[in-house]
């Protein structure tokens, strides 16, 4: 895998004269209102000199039920208008192998095209909570990596579940299986690379983790590694005390501080798994997203 340090610090540099953050997301009538919670964290935490570009996927109906209150979002925080992308209609007979999820995840694999003016962009699933500046992070790709994203634990543990997963997708390791929630995206490489194509090619193949095996089979040994703080998984149970030593997996994927500095300094909570704090409030975590829904809740009534 790449690791030119060199051309990391001169991509980051020349990001930082304009600190313009394209950021992506997908959603369908079902996600509007995480997604709108999502969109308002994102750019509640962001620091005073980061702009964000938010660009949303959508239907036409979808879009029409966000658009004044995601306008709203962005007026107040200063942002700029956000920009919407048409759904991909065809992606609405690719496999879906988890029933909790719907056709619209594929939508992060039509990007490349989607935005031929963007070199790269933040790609986040609807179900995050934001809290802090995510520039760091947008940063982090070198010219030769095709995306960065966090490691998925559940992946590595245990072995036997694991290489099964290994051999369905054809690939020597899962040492850099990456959860495809949160995602920095070398668009510009992959239109270069013609990845479009590699990652049509795999739509029929029923993968069990849909699209998330397709971006790590397509990208594997050009894929960097993010630190857990910046998608801190909620299925992993990180508000409790000793959970690095009561999940087993965590301890094949991360070190014990980074797991431990990530709960406690979470750049993106992303709540994924089946059960969702709006459906359960028992959840992991559950707590914060309804603070952030309540707060967006008031705001819009103000």
């Known amino acids: 895998m790449p690791n030119d340090s060199d051309s990391t610090a001169m991509l980051a540099e020349e990001r930082d004269d304009c600190r313009l953050l394209p950021v992506v997301m997908a959603t369908d009538e079902g ?44 007026a107040r925080h200063d942002s700029p208008e956000p920009r919407f992308l048409p759904a991909v209609d065809a ?87 990456i959860n495809a929630g949160v995602l920095v995206m070398n668009l510009s490489l992959m239109r270069e690379l013609n990845c479009a194509n590699a990652f049509d090619e795999l739509l029929g193949k029923s993968l069990e983790c849909q699209d998330q095996d397709i971006i790590n089979i397509v990208c594997y040994g050009r894929i960097r590694m993010l630190e857990p703080r910046y998608n801190v998984m909620t299925k992993y149970s990180p508000s409790w005390e000793e959970s690095y030593d009561r999940v087993a997996s965590l301890s094949k994927c991360y070190k ?17 798994d089946r059960v969702k704090p709006w459906c359960d409030s028992r959840m992991d975590s559950a707590t914060l997203w309804w603070e952030k829904a309540f707060a967006l809740r008031k705001l819009s009534r103000s």
């Open 256 to 272: 014990r501080e980074e797991w431990e500095d990530a709960c406690a300094n979470p750049c993106v909570v992303h709540y994924a």
């Open 91 to 177: 992606y609405d007979e690719a496999s879906l192998q988890l029933p909790h999820i719907t056709s619209a995840t594929y939508y992060r694999l039509a990007l490349p095209g989607m935005l031929p003016e963007v070199e790269s962009c933040l790609y986040l699933d609807g179900d995050v909570i934001v809290m802090s500046d995510l520039w760091e992070a947008y940063c982090s790709l070198s010219p030769e990596d095709l995306v960065a994203g966090v490691r998925a634990p559940g992946f590595l543990d245990p072995e036997d579940a694991c290489e099964r997963h290994r051999l369905r997708l054809g690939l020597p390791a899962l040492d850099t299986y």
């Open 31 to 74: 996600y509007v209102l995480p997604t709108l919670v999502a969109a308002d964290s994102l750019l509640s935490s962001k620091d005073a000199c980061t702009t964000i570009q938010l660009y949303i996927i959508a239907s036409r109906e979808t879009e029409r039920v966000m658009r004044n209150p995601l306008q709203r979002i962005t």
